[in-house]
């Protein structure tokens, strides 16, 4: 019984002094023939399934709007001129992907 | 009792002592820690400067002196802290802060969090950064109204430019 509780306020030390886990977001793509695959999630481990990715034109103009699946990946059919890639997962959690970091 | 039972009899008082002794050493880093998180070295251990943003002002410090923390698939993150000042306490609805020019509001990069006099945000360091690079900082209004200023890598943060010089070598 005595043992049970060192071990009970041993742990109650370790979980109140366990630091604050924060999620930074990240996002790779690279080309898979003629498409663009996407892998995007958070360095907490958590996933991105569901999260927005849009293809966006150097002008500004949304191309392609896509959410993440089930494995936090997806594919996408990159445009023929400029754009770049924009993983968004709400305020401040948001990645750019620059056409010359997809290879 | 046997030999093993008397030797770790004999020897458990000095493990007793070294449980007590080795969390010692790891004292000053444990110390400097909650002295930057409970503020008692001021915004963080190293003030970079106040920054004009149009009609506000806010303070930036770099949180803790040293090379960028690498935060598993998210790559090497750098922590800034920021202070609103005057004005920009009650104006001022969200800070951003980016290592390289933001295209729009939405990818200002990372949000300051807490309170508006000491606010903290770990910022990505990109693949192709450098000391040349520009630090953005980008303040959102609560009108809407968005402010942006910028200054080199290597004058927010020396250590950082110093890793990324070292990193490319």
Redesign the interface.
């Known amino acids: 019984m005595k043992r049970r509780s060192v071990l009970a306020a041993l742990a109650g030390v370790v979980l109140a002094t366990t630091p604050a886990v924060a999620d930074y977001p990240f996002c790779a793509c690279r080309r898979q023939a003629d498409a663009v695959f996407c892998r995007a999630g958070f360095s907490d481990g958590e996933s991105a399934e569901g999260a927005l990715l849009e293809v966006i034109a150097d002008d500004g103009s949304r191309l392609q709007r896509l959410t993440f699946g089930p494995d936090s990946t997806l594919t996408f059919t990159p445009p023929s001129s400029g754009y770049y890639v924009l993983f968004d997962a709400g305020p401040g959690l948001t990645v750019e992907v620059e056409p010359r970091d997809i290879r | 009792m046997s030999a093993l039972a008397a030797r770790w009899r004999r020897w458990r008082f000095h493990l007793s002592a070294l449980a007590l002794i080795v969390p010692l050493g790891f004292a000053p880093g444990y110390f400097r820690q909650l002295s930057l998180e409970d503020g008692s070295v001021g915004l963080g251990e190293r003030t970079i400067g106040v920054q004009r943003l149009g009609r506000w002002k806010a303070t930036l410090a770099e949180f803790a002196v040293g090379p960028p923390v690498v ?5 090497p ?1 750098k922590t800034f802290s920021l202070a609103l000042e005057s004005v920009a306490v009650d104006d001022v609805k ?1 800070a ?1 802060l980016k290592i390289g020019r933001p ?2 509001i ?6 300051f ?1 807490g309170a508006p006099y000491r606010q903290t ?2 910022v ?1 360091v990109p ?1 192709d950064a450098n000391g040349d690079s520009e630090v953005w900082l980008t303040l959102e209004g609560w009108d809407g109204s968005i402010e942006q200023a910028s200054l080199p890598l290597s004058e927010a943060s020396p250590s950082t430019a110093a890793w990324l010089a070292a990193r490319a070598k």
């Open positions: 935060e598993g698939p998210a790559g993150i969200a951003y295209r729009s939405r990818s200002a990069g990372a949000l969090e945000a770990g990505a693949a």
